[in-house]
């Protein structure tokens, strides 16, 4: 079965204190890595996806990478405004299925 | 450019009454997907449809839900005889090809049994 597991489960940071978020997977055959961001009483927005072990993606003070068991999502100088749960997602090639599997995500706070 | 849209936001049933959840892609989007997020759980999927075919059922629950993508109005997400289990928010998300592209997400409904 395939499982995301994310840790930590919460993380405070002070404003410009960079730090790394992590997702471990397990899974029959990676088909692609998502990384979501979630504010409370929103839906998850989407922020990347990872194709294969190796491969980067950076977006502002974001960026995630992914090797053959788990991916970090790296945050660089954090702003207050970065504060949000960070959702990891896999999807597998078995079975042509297009679900994802999530982990329960990273909270994070960056107090200013 | 509007966004994948739910209503309604949030949702008080009894216990034994009917919940319809509603859901209306991202224009252009043909792919609907519905997850349920329970407590200090992540996100669990249950169904993908495109217009007028069930695709993939196999995380929703056999009894009590159903769900329809017609070929005109939204997709819809029925529960019948509500139980206090499932209280919890209800996501919605479409995608333009399904395969390897990102899944964009509304804002739930988040429901509430009493």
């Known amino acids: 079965e395939d499982q995301v597991t994310q840790s930590p489960e919460a993380l405070r940071l002070q404003e410009g204190e960079s730090s790394s978020l992590n997702c471990s997977y397990t899974?029959?055959?990676?088909?692609?890595l998502f990384w979501y961001r979630q504010d409370p009483g929103k839906g998850p927005e989407f922020l990347f996806t990872?194709?294969?072990a190796g491969e980067e993606k950076e977006k502002e003070r974001l960026k995630a990478t992914l090797t053959k068991k788990e991916s970090f999502l790296h945050i660089t100088a954090p702003k207050p405004e970065d504060s949000a749960t960070y959702l990891c997602?896999?999807?597998?090639?078995?079975?042509?299925?297009?679900?994802?599997?999530f982990g329960k995500g990273t909270k994070l706070t960056v107090n200013p | 450019n509007a966004g994948v849209m739910q209503n309604p936001r949030h949702l008080v049933r009894r216990r034994g009454q009917e919940a319809r959840l509603r859901c209306s892609p991202m224009?252009?989007?043909?792919?609907v997907y519905w997850y349920r997020q329970l407590p200090e759980e992540g996100l669990k999927f249950m169904v993908y449809?495109?217009?007028?075919?069930?695709?993939?059922e196999s995380g929703m629950p056999k009894e009590r839900f159903s769900a329809e993508f017609p070929k005109e109005g939204p997709s819809i997400l029925r529960i019948q005889q509500v139980v206090r289990g499932d209280s919890a928010a209800y996501f919605c998300?479409?995608?333009?090809?399904?395969?390897?592209?990102?899944?964009?997400f509304g804002n739930g409904t988040r429901l509430t049994v009493t």
């Open positions: 998300a479409s995608s333009q090809t399904g395969t390897d592209s990102p899944l964009h």
């Open positions: 899974v029959s055959g990676l088909r692609g």
């Open positions: 990872l194709y294969s």
């Open positions: 997602a896999v999807q597998s090639t078995q079975g042509g299925s297009e679900k994802l599997v």
């Open positions: 224009k252009g989007h043909s792919h």
């Open positions: 449809l495109q217009k007028e075919n069930i695709i993939d």
